[in-house]
T-cell receptor
């Protein structure tokens, strides 16, 4: 098992650009989520999904879209990047014993 | 809504000192509790978790945590820290049963001085 794979690892965007952060897992986990990590704020939930075709908003969903067409993939789309979206993004899936397996993260800078 | 409070944001200890990191949560129902660790430049990894049963939970690398229901607390402890324990530690809570959102605390940065 490769676990949770995130791409890219680093990205620089200009304000107003759009992009998709990719997340894939090969463990057949139903529950997946996206978090952003900012200094002094811990991890905040952006969106989550309880299975293919089902997504819902977390604490900080504005400016982000998600879809879940397959169990394996859970991409996060930034519609129009803003400097406030500069952050480290983690994708995670939930194991059968209810612990998170995290991807290695995407460090995004919006200039 | 559930929330997690970590009291110490930055802790500095010498090697061999004992560690206790505070964590309090608020939620009206039955909870699952977690401690995750993030080593510099890496992603989060699970240290230990509590779902039910013995309130004293032992995790990896000599860490343990005690769930005290009356105090809504889940403090992390280690009797003797090492330089390799330098990392950021996150307490997390979810309500039990099914697929539930996990809420993280803001983290405690631990620096261990050789």
């Amino acid at each position: 098992n490769a676990g949770v794979t995130q791409t890219p690892k680093f990205q620089v965007l200009k304000t107003g650009q759009s992009m998709t952060l990719q997340c894939a897992q090969d463990m057949n986990h139903e529950y997946m989520s996206w978090y952003r990590q900012d200094p002094g704020m811990g991890l905040r939930l952006i969106h989550y999904s309880v299975g293919a075709g089902i997504t819902d908003q977390g604490e900080v969903p504005n400016g982000y879209n998600v879809s879940r067409s397959t169990t394996e993939d859970f991409p996060l789309r930034l519609l129009s990047a803003a400097p406030s979206q500069t952050s480290v993004y983690f994708c995670a899936s939930l194991t059968n014993d209810r612990r998170y397996t995290f991807g290695s993260g995407t460090r995004l800078t919006v200039v | 809504a559930q929330s997690v409070s970590q009291h110490n944001h930055h802790v500095i200890l010498s090697e061999a000192a004992s560690l206790e990191l505070g964590c309090n949560y608020s939620y009206g129902g039955t909870v699952n509790l977690f401690w995750y660790v993030q080593y510099p430049g890496q992603h989060l990894q699970l240290l230990l978790k509590y779902f039910s049963g013995d309130p004293l939970v032992k995790g990896i690398k000599g860490f343990e945590a005690e769930f005290i229901k009356s105090k809504f607390s889940f403090n992390l402890r280690k009797p003797s820290v090492q330089w390799s324990d330098t990392a950021e530690y996150f307490c997390a809570v979810s309500n039990s049963g099914g697929y539930q959102k996990v809420t993280f605390g803001i983290g405690t940065k631990l620096q261990v001085i050789p």
